[in-house]
């Protein structure tokens, strides 16, 4: 996702296996901005900074099982827009 502005709130749920099904959030360079690991949760929300307003999600699956739903989902993504700097 590119968005307009390099912090975000991210209200999310997830409920897999600790360790090894969770949530990966990366820049645009692909440096890690955030993993969610060993978090259930129905209801959390993050405040994440990317330095190029590029959000990259990935969930990461293994074969181990299929204790809980295997899933992390977003129920929204907001951010504070600031009004333009005036020009003089």
Do not use: M
């Amino acid at each position: 996702l590119e968005l307009p502005a390099s912090t975000i709130n991210l209200q999310y749920g997830q409920a897999s296996e600790s360790n090894y099904d969770y949530c990966i959030i990366y820049d645009g360079s692909g440096a890690k901005i955030v993993e969610l690991k060993e978090k259930k949760t129905y209801d959390e929300t993050i405040s994440i900074t990317s330095p190029d307003n590029i959000f990259k999600i990935e969930y990461k699956k293994d074969g181990s099982g299929s204790n809980d739903e295997d899933a992390f989902w977003i129920k929204s993504i907001s951010w504070e827009s600031l009004p333009p700097y005036p020009e003089n």
